[in-house]
């Protein structure tokens, strides 16, 4: 546990570098010296639940899911999306929660979840902390913690802008109704 409290203090420093790199620079992974910190100290992430709270995430993505297909998400709270607020499981009675159950039904083919990331900075962001490398060739590309259990809170606070099809989100005000509970 001592490695992991200073693995995450040195990781704490780089991990905006590579944040803010991670799309602008192939090199991000080296520069933020992601490697080094995982050699030096010994860990990856193992047993370590990270919270990302941003705009969401693709659920769908690569390195995000176990060999096996599995998702490594445990949930997502998403509190843009209210309609699951009364659902049994959901304690907060705010926002749509779903469940690690629900995320591998809907990657195994069953009923696809509402919530997303439009942008993709969510996704960025979780990438460049726990993402494993599945979705790069050779696993070039591996967030800081790769094996990290990962938990989400969406939060859109000024919305989000339309791509293509896709409709725009609705501008969301979630700080001033955060969950006690989390």
């Given at each position: 546990?001592?490695?992991?409290?200073?693995?995450?203090?040195?990781?704490?420093?780089?991990?905006?570098?590579?944040?803010?790199?991670?799309?602008?620079?192939?090199?991000?992974?080296?520069?933020?010296?992601?490697?080094?910190?995982?050699?030096?100290?010994?860990?990856?992430?193992?047993?370590?639940?990270?919270?990302?709270?941003?705009?969401g995430?693709?659920?769908?993505?690569?390195?995000?899911?176990?060999?096996?297909?599995?998702?490594r998400?445990?949930?997502?709270?998403?509190?843009?999306?209210?309609?699951?607020?009364?659902?049994?499981?959901?304690?907060?009675?705010?926002?749509?929660?779903?469940?690690?159950?629900?995320?591998?039904?809907?990657?195994?083919?069953?009923?696809?979840?509402?919530?997303?990331?439009?942008?993709?900075?969510?996704?960025?962001?979780?990438?460049?902390?726990?993402?494993?490398?599945?979705?790069?060739?050779?696993?070039?590309?591996?967030?800081?913690?790769?094996?990290?259990?990962?938990?989400?809170?969406?939060?859109?606070?000024?919305?989000?802008?339309?791509?293509?099809?896709?409709?725009?989100?609705?501008?969301?005000n979630?700080?001033?109704?955060?969950?006690?509970?989390?």
């Open positions: 546990m001592r490695a992991e409290m200073k693995c995450w203090q040195f990781v704490a420093g780089l991990a905006a570098l590579f944040v803010v790199t991670a799309n602008a620079d192939p090199l991000a992974h080296t520069e933020a010296r992601a490697d080094q910190a995982r050699a030096t100290y010994g860990v990856s992430g193992n047993n370590v639940i990270g919270a990302i709270f941003d705009r995430i693709d659920w769908r993505h690569d390195d995000f899911r176990n060999p096996d297909g599995t998702t998400i445990e949930a997502i709270l998403d509190l843009s999306d209210d309609s699951g607020k009364t659902a049994p499981g959901n304690p907060y009675g705010m926002g749509t929660l779903y469940t690690r159950a629900q995320i591998d039904s809907a990657l195994a083919g069953g009923n696809q979840l509402a919530t997303r990331d439009a942008v993709g900075h969510g996704t960025a962001t979780a990438g460049g902390c726990c993402g494993n490398g599945r979705a790069s060739v050779g696993g070039k590309f591996i967030g800081l913690a790769p094996n990290t259990t990962i938990v989400v809170v969406k939060m859109v606070t000024e919305g989000a802008v339309a791509h293509g099809s896709v409709a725009a989100e609705a501008p969301y979630g700080i001033t109704r955060m969950p006690t509970a989390l």
